[in-house]
């Protein structure tokens, strides 16, 4: 338990004032100068709660004591109060750059001297419990991300799960056909494309394993059928709003498509402003020996949409960010900009199009 603190200055009396105001709460040891405050730190540095440093003395001084702390990295260990005459701003913010915590000054009065040391003592016990708190937690993460790259590791070598991923592929594959075939028909009959690109993806086995036991399955072929929604995905990104909508209309019309889920994040936009319409569908695929439904998810957004969600995936894996909820709030004040945007850019195309009509 840290329960010492440690007064440093070359005057006794001063040393012996502070050791009757702190005798209640701590186990006080003094030093005369700095040679004899690092000799006392080494031999108790963890039980020590806070160092209490004059700066003017003989020999080693103040300046010299923190010099040393830094060097031996203890100055994230224990707190360091200045106890000092000195008022210079210049000197106390010098003593802050090299990472004091705090400042009692002379004539020492109790109140302050006894709420400035608990005070101190008590952020830098909450600061070191935090940090303990963050380097276990992040061993613990690394220790779950080698278990799921083990098992997902295994995973890949089964064969039932690439014959499964491969139907994935075959999925996506067919719901690919199906749109380009809706674009050249658009093209023809409208003069114009209703969408500008599509994007494809497989979720990997190390995603698969994480989410699968996230929502607490055993990893298995059959549990990835029935659970996962989107290991086969698509993005549509498309020009207008209205082309979203008559698009997938479209789509789940044809006969072989089932529709199993749809959300439609426009109409009913997330918190943060996050905006797409998502289809979870089944669809046939034809093997050489079976005729199989996979489900593949199907994601429309406009340009403007999905300019904004790669944005704002970014932030979401930025941890360190200090700013990160300004620039949350301006995302959504965007995300909202972003689908005036969209509809006055449809209204104009409409004009256009009533005109050439």
């Not at 031999?43 to 702390?69: S, W």
């Not at 220790?143 to 098992?151: E, V």
């Not at 207008?240 to 109409?267: G, T």
């Amino acid at each position: 338990m840290q329960n010492r603190i440690l007064v440093v200055d070359d005057a006794e009396v001063n040393r012996e004032i502070l050791r009757d105001m702190l005798a209640d709460e701590y186990i006080v040891e003094t030093a005369q100068d700095g040679d004899e405050a690092l000799k006392k730190l080494k031999r108790h540095l963890d039980e020590t709660a806070a160092l209490l440093l004059d700066l003017q003395m003989p020999g080693m001084d103040g300046f010299g004591v923190l010099a040393a702390i830094r060097k031996n990295g203890w100055q994230n260990r224990i707190p360091v109060l200045i106890i000092s005459s000195e008022k210079d701003v210049d000197i106390e913010n010098k003593c802050f750059r090299l990472g004091v915590s705090d400042f009692i000054h002379k004539p020492f009065e109790s109140s302050i001297v006894k709420n400035r040391v608990r005070n101190t003592v008590d952020f830098f016990a909450g600061k070191h419990q935090l940090e303990q708190k963050v380097r276990k937690q992040t061993r613990e993460l690394k220790k779950q991300s080698r278990i799921i790259q083990m098992q997902a590791e295994k995973l890949k070598e089964a064969g039932a799960f690439h014959n499964l991923m491969m139907q994935y592929h075959c999925a996506i594959m067919e719901v690919e056909t199906k749109l380009k075939v809706l674009n050249e028909e658009f093209s023809q009959e409208y003069n114009r494309n209703p969408f500008e690109s599509i994007k494809s993806r497989l979720k990997t086995a190390e995603s698969i394993y994480e989410k699968l036991s996230r929502k607490g399955y055993s990893v298995t072929v059959k549990n990835i059928e029935e659970h996962l929604n989107d290991v086969a995905g698509i993005r549509v990104i498309c020009s207008f709003p209205d082309d979203i909508y008559r698009l997938a209309r479209l789509l789940i019309r044809q006969d072989d498509i089932i529709l199993l889920k749809e959300k439609d994040y426009i109409k009913h936009p997330k918190s943060n402003g996050y905006r797409s319409l998502h289809l979870i569908i089944s669809i046939p695929i034809f093997l050489s020996n079976a005729k199989k439904y996979r489900k593949v998810e199907v994601q429309f957004r406009t340009i403007a949409m999905d300019f904004w969600a790669s944005l704002e995936h970014k932030l979401q894996y930025k941890k360190d960010l200090k700013n990160a909820e300004e620039i949350a709030e301006q995302l959504k004040n965007c995300a909202e900009s972003i689908e005036t945007l969209d509809y006055q850019m449809q209204d104009i195309r409409n004009k256009i199009d009533s005109h050439n009509e």
